[in-house]
């Protein structure tokens, strides 16, 4: 069975700052995750992925994430947040090929502070 | 290059009418997918398809029903609806070569 916890369901950064949105999770085989944003009243859009590839993953906007397999842990971060990445983050882990079959994270709502 | 598009985008509904959510996808996909999302929760999955004329169940299908008469097209029923199913609903289909989502702008369903 699959499972994802994303720690901390709001976080607040200061433009400029790191940003750091943590997700954890649990598998019964090699997992293939995901990273999802979604602004206000919109879709869910793809961030990156992670495929048994590189553990060190690079999406888009300047976000990047780190499997990491001895913490079950995938988090993502971006070094420098900006006015624009205000939005809700969602992790996702999948333990086929099949995305849509993905379970999803509670999500995180990622404020930034002028 | 209109990618996933879903109708309504709102409605309100009595408890016991019914209705029907239209998503549609221009991408020749496969796989399409019905989720609902709720306040402080990720989406849970309702139904989907793997291709034309065939469903499945996801996580939460009670007082769902699904048909994908054509490829392009994927509609999620409420033949009764209820209070609990007050949510906003999300359709998504995949791209099979990259298995990216790419998810229509959500159909916000209030049920009185």
């Known amino acids: 069975a699959q499972s994802v916890t994303q720690l901390g369901s709001h976080v607040s950064v200061s433009e400029g700052a790191l940003v750091l949105l943590r997700c954890n999770y649990s598998?019964?085989?090699?997992?293939?995750l995901f990273w999802y944003v979604q602004y206000p009243n919109q879709g869910l859009q793809l961030l990156l992925k992670?495929?048994?590839?590189?553990?060190l993953v690079k999406g888009i906007n300047g976000f990047e994430a780190e499997f990491k397999k001895s913490e079950t842990s995938f988090h993502l971060t971006k070094p420098s947040a900006h006015m624009s990445d205000a939005a809700e983050y969602f992790c996702?882990?999948?333990?086929?090929?099949?995305?849509?079959?993905?379970?999803f994270g509670d999500g995180t709502t990622l404020t930034v502070k002028p | 290059n209109a990618g996933v598009t879903q109708t309504p985008k709102f409605r309100v509904l009595k408890t016991g009418q019914s209705m029907t959510l239209l998503c549609a996808q221009d991408?020749?996909?496969?796989?399409m997918y019905w989720y609902r999302q709720d306040p402080g929760m990720g989406l849970r999955l309702i139904h989907y398809?793997?291709?034309?004329?065939?469903?499945a169940k996801g996580e939460v299908p009670d007082g769902y029903n699904v048909s994908r008469l054509k490829k392009q097209n994927f509609l999620l029923g409420l033949e009764s609806a209820a209070p609990s199913q007050t949510s906003v609903y999300f359709c998504?289909?995949?791209?099979?070569?990259?298995?990216?989502?790419?998810f229509g702008e959500g159909s916000r369903l209030t049920v009185l």
């Open positions: 996702a882990v999948s333990e086929n090929t099949n995305a849509g079959k993905s379970t």
């Open positions: 598998s019964s085989v090699p997992p293939y």
């Open positions: 992670y495929t048994s590839a590189a553990t």
């Open positions: 991408m020749n996909h496969e796989y």
């Open positions: 398809s793997v291709g034309e004329g065939t469903t």
């Open positions: 998504a289909s995949e791209d099979p070569n990259t298995g990216e989502l790419f």
